[in-house]
Nanobody, 127 residues
């Protein structure tokens, strides 16, 4: 069974940082798009960033709410994709998900393009 396992979530004060990690199998990791998303209960899942693992090319959400604060990266030796989140705000509180898009037909952060999902890791930003 294909698994994507997220880690690194937790509670942090406003202005703090967290680095999320998503580890998966080599088959799922190689030559695919890997993306980070978040979701607040009652709201639609929001795409944040994606990376094409073969080339390292990245794509980010245009929303001012995350632009410039979040960065996606990869470690090919560990089949792991990261999401560095800086200057966190209370409105960043959400469940954060990692996902994979087989074959990476297009490097975007539209949830429907992704067919494999992790269970999520909770991020809470509060004072």
């Amino acid at each position: 069974q294909v698994q994507l396992v997220e880690s690194g979530g937790g509670s942090v004060h406003p202005g703090g940082s967290l680095k999320l990690a998503c580890t998966t199998s080599l088959v799922t990791y190689r030559d695919n798009c890997m993306g980070w998303f978040r979701q607040v209960p009652g709201q639609a899942r929001e795409g944040l960033a994606a990376i094409y693992t073969d080339s390292g090319k990245t794509f980010y959400a245009e929303a001012d709410s995350v632009k410039g604060r979040f960065a996606i990266s990869q470690d090919n030796a560990k089949n792991t994709v990261y999401l560095q989140m800086n200057s966190l705000k209370p409105e960043d509180t959400a469940m954060y998900y990692c996902a994979a898009s087989d074959g990476c037909p297009v490097l975007r952060i539209t949830p429907s393009l992704y067919n494999r999902w992790g269970q999520g890791t909770q991020v809470t930003v509060s004072s």
